[in-house]
């Protein structure tokens, strides 16, 4: 009897030992330190690739001289950060100094843009390098490579060993109950304007799964011109440079879908036929907001076009339409710089655009977008559920598909309550019900993609959380952080994003900025314009031209564009005046008007 059990335990106990003893990869512990490479050599043994990280030893845990040289020079993320928010007299002083600025603008560029793997070393199919990840760009790039497949728990060996139901975390983690107004007071004007930027770059293709795109991987204007050469047909109007246009209600607006036929463009339910616009983005319908910019857009194209034919009578059509491209393009990265991620950084250093300074640096002029960096943009919680024009207040589900408020109210009106409305408040449980399946949708996705652990991204930056009670300064938040995901290095990745605390005098977390940065940095600067052989007068039909990038501004853009004598309020952060009194303003920047 004895015998023969034993015969049965050695036969069925010990090769289940020997699953378990050996059936993960060692490399599911991340035992690579400082951003060496864990390659596995068998089942059971892994070697780690420390090159180029300044680092060695046998997990590239021992640091070298030079790089802790480097160490000391290169300041920790949260001294920077405070630095840059705080003594603003130092920065009005470094501001005026040009020479000061322009060494301090080189060295961000420098700094944020090296962060970035160029080229590209992985995607979502290989945890390895691969020369796919270079050259097929359906491939969205990852920031860190997909945990191994054969790992103990979804983020490794961290963690618990089935995730949270998806439902429970957007229920619990994201489910907006009272809304939280963006505490440096953004404006809904921000919150539309990122949303339209960046939908000309993140654009997953569902069909062929979450780590694919049909995107040209940076800040092609495809937003305001069409995903490609047919669509961007469809919109012009081949004289004189311009794209089509009506006129309703005595301004200027994009053609109907149904006088252009061939646009793509995303409807959902009943949308009638005066809501249904043909423009750049085919989800640029769903939102009055994102109708506001395609249109403003639209007209500076327009504009520029005339400003052009001025001085170059002797252009065709076609050369007043790429120059006029060519000058959208430059308009929008200045914007984009000295507005928008002014705004969000809410620096007292000027960030300034100036390609030229990396002229005589090494900087690669390509970029990839990164599936993490979709996912860390998706800022739903700055969405309201109700939005104020003019005051009329429409609540979410009157208000999306409904382009023709734009034209109801006019462009300036609209411009006007988008400038005093204020934006939601980037962090845990202020998603409203509308994007919710969004939120569920992206934690789903992470999951397939198998994105590493939150706090790996922070580790990989140098900065990682010990604890839950770092991570957040929300104790409800810590608590349910906790139950959900057990150890802090098991928290998946966008749940800790949008948990996190907010930074000092910021709109957001500290890793949504720091990975952010060097994302955004890279695509901005690596665009071809900005390259030592486009950044020049003639690329932008002259001077003429070229001083309408250089001069860009948000506040001309809409005023230039917008009828009338007197400009409406063009502000990404709301006016003392509009703040609702129960609003305590703390650190913000109305604190110092
Ligand atoms: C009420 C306003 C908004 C609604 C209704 C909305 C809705 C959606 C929907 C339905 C998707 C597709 C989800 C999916 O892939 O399954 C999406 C994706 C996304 N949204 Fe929003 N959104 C809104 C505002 C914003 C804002 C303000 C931002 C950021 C500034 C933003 C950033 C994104 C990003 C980055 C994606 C992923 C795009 C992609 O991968 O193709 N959204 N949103
Ligand atoms: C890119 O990869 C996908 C998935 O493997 C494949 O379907 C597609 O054909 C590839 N594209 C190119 C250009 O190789
Ligand atoms: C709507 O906004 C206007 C300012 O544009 C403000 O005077 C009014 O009080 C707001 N109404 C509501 C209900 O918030």
């Known amino acids: 009897m004895h015998v023969a059990m034993n015969i049965w335990v050695t036969l069925l106990i010990v090769p289940l030992l020997y699953q378990t003893a050996t059936s993960w990869n060692p490399c599911c512990s991340y035992p690579c330190q400082n951003g060496g490479f864990c390659l596995t050599m068998g089942l059971q043994e892994y070697v780690c690739d420390c090159t180029g990280t300044g680092y060695y030893g046998g997990q590239c845990e021992h ?4 790089q802790r040289l480097r160490r000391l020079l290169k300041p920790n993320p949260e001294t920077l950060h405070h630095l840059l928010v705080n003594y603003k ?5 470094i501001n005026s100094v040009t020479f000061l600025s322009d060494s301090l603008m080189t060295f961000v560029y420098l700094l944020r843009s090296n962060a970035v793997d160029s080229p590209p070393l992985y995607t979502s199919a290989h945890e390895y390098i691969t020369l796919e990840a270079s050259y097929n760009l359906s491939y969205y790039a990852r920031g860190l490579p997909a945990v191994p497949t054969d790992c103990p728990t979804p983020m490794g060996i961290k963690g618990k060993r089935v995730l949270p139901d998806p439902k429970i975390v957007v229920e619990r983690l994201f489910k907006r ?10 404006s809904l004007l921000l919150a539309y304007f990122a949303q339209h930027f960046i939908h000309q770059f993140f654009k997953t293709d569902h069909q062929k799964g979450p780590g694919f795109q ?5 800040v092609d204007v495809s937003h305001v011109y069409g995903k490609n050469k047919h669509v961007e047909n469809l919109l012009r109007s081949f004289q004189d440079g311009k794209l089509k246009t009506q006129v309703l209600n005595n301004e200027e607006y994009p053609p109907y879908q149904a006088d252009v036929p061939g646009v793509p463009m995303t409807w959902m339910g009943q949308v009638a036929d005066n809501n249904k616009f043909a423009l750049g983005h085919q989800f640029f319908g769903m939102m009055p907001g994102l109708f506001l910019y395609a249109t403003i857009w639209m007209r500076e194209h327009n504009r520029v076009c005339d400003e052009l034919r001025r001085v170059h009578p002797e252009w065709d059509d076609e050369r007043l339409f790429q120059t006029g491209k060519l000058i959208i393009q430059g308009e929008t990265i200045k914007i984009v710089i000295e507005d928008y991620v002014q705004h969000l950084s809410n620096y007292h250093f000027l960030v300034t655009f100036k390609p030229e300074l990396l002229h005589t640096e090494v900087f690669q002029y390509q970029n990839r977008i990164a599936a993490e960096f979709d996912h860390m943009y998706r800022w739903h ?4 559920d109700e939005f104020n024009i003019s005051g009329v207040v429409y609540p979410i589900m009157e208000f999306i598909f409904k382009s023709d408020l734009v034209v109801k109210y006019g462009t300036k009106v609209f411009t006007d309550s988008l400038s005093r409305q204020i934006a939601g408040q980037m962090t845990a449980r202020n998603h409203g019900f509308l994007t919710q399946s969004v939120a569920l949708d992206t934690i789903e996705n992470g999951r397939k993609l198998r994105f590493q652990p939150y ?9 990682p959380h010990t604890k839950f009670s770092e991570l957040t300064d929300d104790p409800e938040v810590a608590a349910t952080l906790e139950e959900l995901y057990g150890d802090i290095d098991g928290v998946e990745f966008y749940a800790g994003l949008l948990s996190e605390k907010r930074r000092e005098n910021n ?5 949504v900025i720091e990975m952010g940065g060097p994302f955004s940095v890279k695509g901005l600067m690596s665009t071809p314009i900005c390259s030592p052989r486009y950044w020049k007068p003639s690329t932008f039909g002259g001077d003429v031209g070229f001083n309408i990038v250089k001069t860009a501004s948000l506040e001309k853009l ?3 564009n917008i009828p009338g004598d007197e400009c409406p309020l063009i502000s990404f952060v709301v006016p003392p005046e509009n703040i609702p009194s129960s609003e305590k303003c703390e650190n913000c920047k109305n604190d110092e008007l």
């Open 455 to 463: 706090n790996n991204y922070r580790k990989n930056l140098d900065f």
């Open 177 to 186: 109950t009272v809304f939280k107004p963006e505490p440096m007071h953004s």
């Open 558 to 560: 809409f005023c230039k």
């Open 507 to 511: 709109m957001f977390g500290a890793l």
């Open 89 to 93: 007299w130092l920065w009005s002083i």
């Open 63 to 66: 640091v070298t001289f030079m």
């Open 214 to 218: 049909w995107g040209g991987h940076g």
């Open 381 to 384: 919680p700055l969405m309201p």
